[in-house]
Structures are given as C-alpha cells and as structure tokens.
C-alpha cells in the first residue's frame, strides 16, 4: 500500500516536473520561430545629410550604430563619412538585417494602473500571414469579424467636446458589440491620443480589454531603447520629451507592432506594412460556417493631404474598402465631407462649388493654387465612388451615432447582396443591424409558405417529376407520329429571386441555431421562416452532430 502510495506520489512530481519542461521547450519553440521570421533593420552606411550632423537616415552620425560583427565583410567598408554627397539614401541599399531584438510585454509606467501590451519590431516588409500567425497564435487574438482601421492626423488638435465623446462612444461600441480590431498608428499624438482617450475611459468603466493594436514606425518611438530585449518584460516611461521630434507609445492600446526600416525620427516605414496586413485580414473567414471574409472600414478624423490620398487608395482597393468620415473634426475630413455634399452623383461639382473647395484647400493646408489643384483632383477621384463613403455629421436629422454609421457602410457600401448582408449582421450577433437595416422590406416579400410548391425539390422527386414528363411527351404525337417536345417553362426572374432569398434565410436559421443566436432564430421565425418545412431530417441530424461535436470538444 505504501510503496504504491509512494510511486504515485513520485510519479506526480516526475508529471508536474516533465509539464515544466514542455512548458519551457514549448516556449524556446516559440522565441526560436519569432527571431527566425522577424528582422531588425539598421543603418549600415553614413550618407550626409543636409544637416552634417546626421546621416540621411535620421540618425546622429556622433550615435550612428556601427556596423555589427555579424555583418559581411564587405560591408565592413561602408561606414565611412567621404561618401558623395549627391548618392541618395534608401532603405534596400543602405540598410542591413538582422534577427528582431525587440519583443515581449511592456507595462506603461505613470498611470494610477500599469496597462499592460504586447510588443515586437519588425522589418517593413515584413509577411503578411507571417504577422498574422504571431498575432492569432503567439499573442492568443480571436480573428475579427470586422477591423476598423482609424486614420487622421498626426499633430495634435482639438475636437468640439460633444463631437469627441460620441466619436469615443461610437468606436468603442462598434469594437465591442462586433468583436473588432482597432488599427491605429499606435503613438499618442493626434487621431490616435483621441483613440486612447476612448479607449482609457471604456476600461475605466468595464473589464472587457478592446483589441487595439498600434501599428508605428520603430525609429519615431520615443524611450525605444527600452523596449530592446528577446521575450522581455520592460517598463515603458509615457513622459515625453517636449523637445524631442519623437513620441511615446499610447498606454491604451493592447498591442504593438513596430515597423522598422532604419530610419530615426521619420514616418512612413508603417504604410506599406499596414495596408498588406489589412489586406490580408480581409481574406480570412469570420467564421468556419460563415463564408465571409473580415470586412474592413476606414474611418477619418481630422488630418493632413496623406489622410485624403489614404481615402482615395482605401476605395481603389478591390475590393474597395467603404470610407466613414466624421464632418466637423477639421482639415481633410471637412473638405472630402463638403465635396460629398454638393458633388453629384456622378461625382462631378460645379465651378462655384470648386472654387470654393480649391480656396479652403489652399487655406487649410497652406498650399499653393497648383498645389490646390492636385489636392482637389484627389478628391474629385474619391467622388466617383461616392455611395462608399458615409459621412457622419452629429447633430444632423435622422443622424445614426459613429457605430452604426460603421456598420452600415459596411453592409451598404460594397453593394453586399442580402444574404451576405445578413451573413455578416449574424456573424456580428447584431440583431438590431439585421432588423433595422436588412429586413427593412421584409414587409413586401410573400410568406415563405407560398414558395413552397416552387422550391428545389429532393433528388428523388425530381427523377419521379422527370419520369411523369416522359410519359405526357410520349402521349403527345404529332401528324407523321413524332413525339413533339414540350419548351421547358423559364421561371420567372422574380420567382427566382425569391427562391433564392428563401434559402438564404434557411441559410442563416441553421448558422443561427448552431452559433446560439436565439435573436436571430426568433427575428428569422418573424419574417417567414417556417419551421416545419425548414426542420427536415438532414438538418436535424447536422444540427445533433455539430451539438455533439461540440459538447466533446467543451469536454476536451
């Protein structure tokens, strides 16, 4: 008794010890992958600037990083300060890579509370899908049902109050209801330190944690060299220099992804990293039984001539990305708020309408009248596709709030058919979109018991339908003893339609019972499903099996 007593106290120790070390080994798995697939970039030649003191990446040429030891030793011969003063910098040229040194958790320092984020630095052109994983299976994120990718300016401004809590209230709402991500450019300057305002005041007032991930240029980050370490935990000083041209991450966001292409003090080494990645997320399913890829919408606070270019690119997009502006927050969205105004449908405004948005363009930007002509030829370009932009202006009659301007340009920007519609208000388990916003016409479908004598029939009942047909055509003989073929009748454009909404419906009914949406099931039921006709045997054996697959899994 006792001996066995004893092997099964060691063989507890020998588990918990051997659950250690594939905890441990599980870990080395996953440093080793992260600094296989995320570089680094640096420097790697001193090109003068016009400023002599700096090199043309930025960087101080008294704190220029030398060249590793891992370097080539060829490029052991580029530092050196009599380069040509004509050569032009760039980053495929003047910069090397290396494994990432900078990632883990960092605790924002100065709050009454230490907010918590993850972190890591990566090269610009880093993969797509390589940046998803980390995110998805390193950083345990649920994949979206919706990415809002927040746009504005990078210099701080002020928003009218009322306009800044609903903006606020709007975002974090639509995150929350919908299960989104948040893009931002992550530091806390302009758009984004109102972004994080939000962001302070929701989690002041709840535990639920907004997924809101930072996407910032390495070499603008303000106490950067703080950051370096391999799967580290580093406190991170919020304090700002103010004479600095650098900034300091936003303490609200959840996560960060530095992007670095060897440059020191300058924006645009996130851009390209961005968009890709908002690419991608784009092309993966919501969910296994919902075909619907993650829809994605740009919203525009504020901002300078890049926000109306970033406008134009998000809508060029195939597919186009639906643009949300919100009137009155300054600058670039008023300008693209009264173009959408007073243009036409075609896009296309009048001489005194242009006139009028050539000068304000001049004045808000400081711009020179040809300056102002390129300007407003981009926003003539983002007018051609008008119905994708929704402009919010508060205070307006039969104004929606921020989230539902989100939602809605979602469902009717890209001209989703009503079944894909319906798809995505399921997968967002919004049932107030569905009801207010899809099922508007609902009234002048007919019942769904009516179409039932014209719906798909069973294979077998076909094959009888198909044998009673031979039989009348061989009835029926013409002079000379032909059999005269009888023209299949074409149903009805309408009909088909029709039909085709039906099993949409029945569609989402199943996707319905099987996520658990009860409000769904009862709005379905509502607006004609019929449950008798919907519930046939094949559909309850399905319904039994995802019921048991997934009462084996809980168990699991």
């Not at 996953?30 to 570089?39: D, G």
């Not at 205070?395 to 469902?411: H, K, P, V």
Request: aromatic share 6%.
């Amino acid at each position: 008794m006792d001996s066995r007593g004893r092997r099964g106290t060691n063989g507890s120790v020998k588990r918990s010890s051997i659950k250690r070390s594939a905890s441990s080994g599980s870990q080395r798995v996953h440093r080793a992958w992260i600094e296989r697939t995320f570089q680094k970039r640096e420097c790697v030649q001193i090109i003068p600037s016009k400023d002599a003191s700096r090199c043309s990446c930025g960087q101080l040429v008294a704190q220029h990083t030398p060249i590793p030891a891992g370097a080539v030793e060829e490029m052991a011969q580029l530092v050196q300060l009599d380069v040509q003063p004509t050569e032009k910098w760039s980053v495929l040229k003047h910069t090397q890579t290396f494994s990432t040194d900078a990632y883990g958790v960092l605790e924002f320092q100065g709050g009454g509370h230490v907010n918590k984020a993850m972190y890591i630095r990566v090269s610009y052109d880093s993969k797509p899908d390589s940046l998803l994983h980390l995110m998805v299976k390193e950083w345990q994120l649920e994949l979206p049902t919706l990415l809002i990718s927040v746009h504005g300016g990078l210099q701080n401004f002020d928003l009218p109050p009322k306009l800044k809590q609903v903006f606020g209230k709007g975002l974090i709402k639509a995150a929350v209801t919908t299960g989104a991500w948040i893009f931002t450019g992550g530091v806390s300057t302009g758009v984004i330190r109102h972004v994080g305002d939000a962001l302070k005041d929701h989690s002041s007032k709840s535990r639920g944690k907004v997924c809101a991930i930072g996407i910032a240029p390495w070499g603008i980050v303000e106490n950067k060299e703080d950051l370096i370490g391999k799967d580290v935990t580093r406190p991170y000083q919020t304090m700002s220099n103010p004479l600095s041209k650098l900034s300091v991450l936003n303490s609200s966001h959840s996560h960060f992804i530095l992007s670095d292409n060897g440059t020191t003090g300058k924006y645009g080494a996130e851009v390209r990293l961005r968009r890709q990645l908002e690419k991608h997320i784009s092309l993966q399913k919501i969910n296994t039984r919902l075909g619907q890829g993650v829809p994605v919408v740009c919203l525009i606070l504020e901002g300078g001539p890049n926000v109306i270019s970033i406008v134009l690119e998000s809508l060029k997009e195939e597919p186009p990305v639906p643009v949300v502006v919100c009137d009155g927050s300054g600058r670039a969205s008023d300008i693209i708020s009264f173009a959408h105004r007073y243009c036409e449908e075609d896009g296309l405004v009048n001489e005194s309408v242009k006139d009028q948005l050539l000068v304000t363009i001049q004045k808000t930007f400081n711009y020179s009248r040809s300056q102002a002509q390129q300007i407003f030829q981009m926003v003539m370009e983002c007018m051609k596709k008008k119905a994708l932009i929704t402009v919010f202006r508060m205070g307006s009659e039969g104004q929606q709030d921020i989230e539902m301007s989100i939602l809605t340009a979602l469902l009717k920007g890209t001209n989703a058919s009503a079944s894909d519609q319906l798809s995505l208000a399921l997968a967002w388990n919004r049932v107030d979109i569905a009801r207010s916003q899809i099922f508007v016409y609902g009234l002048h479908w007919p019942p769904v018991s009516a179409l039932t004598a014209d719906r798909p029939k069973s294979p077998a009942a076909q094959r009888q339908t198909a044998a009673a047909g031979k039989g009348k055509a061989r009835g029926k003989k013409g002079k000379g003893g032909k059999t005269k073929p009888e023209t299949p009748e074409e149903m009805d454009p309408r009909k088909l339609e029709l039909l085709n909404w039906v099993n949409s419906l029945e569609q989402a009914m199943m996707d319905a019972l099987v996520l658990d949406r009860v409000d769904f099931v009862k709005l379905l039921i509502e607006n004609g499903v019929n449950i008798h006709h919907f519930l046939t045997i094949p559909r309850l054996e399905e319904l039994y099996n995802t019921l048991v697959s997934r009462g084996r899994h809980e168990v699991l």
